[in-house]
């Protein structure tokens, strides 16, 4: 659930004493162990396909009390609505990697943001990462909600790291941040992104990449990596707006965070996202955009023989 060792209390005493109190945090728990099964029974199907039904009871059970508890939180309930927010959170990366059929639980906590459409090829590896994006926004309306109600030891869970508790980055990805810096004032890119009004587009990814620069020092600290989804998380939406119309600057940025993303593959639930991103998002733009994927390509172990990877759908 979380790198952090202090954590791990939380979740077995304080989590599950509250579980024992609302029924539908319980089934959340529930559902969450046997998704963990199911994933990690992919090469079993039929045992797969066993915890996936499961799974998926369990969290149609607990969805069915946690959706009108959500509309009035209080003090009574605030730590169960907090704690069945974070395992939605696993249970959007994870539904992802079921085969269809299994993965139908419907996971809807929208902000209220302008969503036009996505113009990303359907079920592509970021189609279906921006819409976990979206279902974790959401979540963090839902967090911000029972905040006041945090007290305890669950507040080991709202933890973040301080500045001073974060090393600098290396050469090497100063480097990879300075390289794409340079193509937003790149003239041979600049018609490909800025559209009718270029300054505000402009000032918008030099922001996002100078918070990506600050925020993925946690790359380098474990107990500290699930703070890479704070980028995302506190994006505003003109920038989602930009990933889901495949913005080809959006997604070079993108590309970056997603090679960082790999930080979390050690945990079941996100292991082999930061790849597919990386991978997808190659084919996604043109090659005049390779010089600025190169970082992100080889912190995957991503090999390119002969621009192959950018055959196929490409996004100018």
Not at 41 to 57: C, M, Q
Not at 197 to 202: A, E, I, K, L, Y
Request: aromatic residues 10%.
């Amino acid at each position: 659930m979380s790198s952090r060792l202090a954590t791990h209390a939380v979740w077995r005493d304080t989590v599950f004493a509250e579980a024992l109190r609302h029924d539908y945090l319980l089934h959340g728990l529930m559902a969450t162990s046997a998704l963990h099964k199911a994933t990690l029974l992919l090469k079993s199907p039929d045992a797969s396909a066993e915890y996936s039904k499961v799974a998926l009871a369990h969290q149609n059970t607990a969805l069915a009390g946690f959706i009108p508890a959500v509309s009035k939180p209080n003090q009574e309930n605030g730590i169960a609505l907090f704690s069945f927010s974070l395992l939605l959170t696993i249970w959007a990366f994870a539904s992802k990697k079921l085969p269809e059929g299994l993965n139908s639980v419907k996971l809807d906590f929208g902000t209220g943001e302008s969503s036009p459409g996505i113009t990303l090829p359907l079920h592509s590896p970021t189609a279906d990462f921006i819409e976990i994006i979206m279902i974790l926004r959401g979540i963090y309306a839902v967090i911000r909600e029972t905040d006041k109600w945090l007290q305890g030891d669950i507040e080991e869970l709202l933890r973040y790291p301080r500045s001073e508790d974060l090393p600098p980055h290396s050469p090497e990805v100063e480097e990879a941040f300075g390289t794409l810096r340079k193509a937003i004032d790149d003239p041979q890119l600049s018609s490909l992104w800025e559209g009718e009004d270029s300054q505000p587009m402009r000032s918008l990814f030099l922001e996002q990449l100078e918070q990506l620069r600050d925020i993925s020092r946690c790359r380098s600290v474990v107990e500290w990596d699930g703070h890479i989804f704070s980028w995302l998380i506190m994006a505003p939406p003109t920038f989602i707006h930009c990933l889901k119309q495949s913005n080809p600057m959006a997604l070079a940025i993108f590309a970056h965070w997603a090679a960082i993303f790999r930080c979390m593959d050690h945990h079941w639930w996100a292991h082999g996202w930061g790849y597919s991103l990386v991978v997808d998002v190659s084919g996604l733009l043109d090659p005049v955009w390779a010089r600025y994927l190169d970082w992100p390509r080889r912190q995957v172990g991503l090999v390119f023989q002969g621009g192959g990877a950018f055959d196929g759908r490409r996004m100018t």
